[in-house]
């Protein structure tokens, strides 16, 4: 079941929704070469906490991990898609690439966003493949308005992707977002004719979070059991908003 949320839940989102924006805001500044995954989780565990807020993923139990995730930031770095791990011995460098997720509750609702980031200088390549992923993001959040379907977000992401030569992730998919970190519907980042395709109505909140391989879709996941990486070894993209379905079309409701 799709739960819509009321006008004054929505507002309560947009409040997580902004410390999230904070948190990426101020994360995505300190990277550069030699700053550590792990010097960015504690950045963003200190401000989420300062904030009264709780973080989203740290203590997230997932089944098919078989535990908790242990961080409040997911850090993937190059050929990691998305879930990698905070860690101090992994020292950013040129030429690398970190996607930073992150999500927090602030007075029982979530917010939830995720950017990729170049540290240094990166190849054209790799420019190509940010820029791609983040238009594909805003190419599906103009879709999640009123009238529209579901697919009418996950075929504007797809098509742009692969109209430029990267790949779509097909295993790991957007999602509601509420009173729940992850609620009904998924929303794929590809038009899959297996899934539900329901009507977008107001009040409707969705995570919409591209995942962009530069080569082949195929991932697999490490043996920390969260780490998902391309099978390719190539890079891959995550660019993440949670998006209320308004009246007016769609509220991005972390960023200003
Ligand atoms: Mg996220
Ligand atoms: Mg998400």
Known sequence: MIIRKTAAEV?????????????????TGMIKEGVTTMDLEVTAERMIRDAGARPAFKGYYSPAAGNRFPYVLCTSVNDEIIHGMPNAKRVLKAGDVVSID????????FGDSSVTIPVGEVSDEVKRLLAVTAEALELGIKQARPGNRLFDISS?????????????????????????????PQVPNYVDRR??????????????????????????????????????????????????????????????
Not at 11 to 27: A, D, F, I, N, P
Not at 102 to 109: I, K, R
């Open 156 to 184: 504007a992401i797809e098509q742009h992707v692969v109209s430029n030569g990267f790949s779509v992730v097909r295993e790991y998919v957007g999602h509601g977002i509420g009173s729940r970190l992850h609620e009904e």
């Open 195 to 256: 899934s539900e395709n329901p009507r977008l109505k107001p009040g409707m909140v969705l995570a919409i979070e591209p995942m962009v391989n530069a080569g082949r879709p195929d991932c697999k996941v490490l043996s920390d059991r969260w780490t998902a990486v391309t099978v390719d070894g190539k890079y891959s993209a995550h660019f993440e908003h949670t998006v209320a379905v308004t009246e007016n079309g769609p509220w991005v409701l972390t960023r200003p």
């Open 11 to 27: 507002e309560k989102m947009r409040r997580s929704g902004l410390l999230v924006w904070e948190v990426l805001q101020r994360v």
């Open 102 to 109: 992150t999500g927090a509750q602030l007075d029982g609702y």
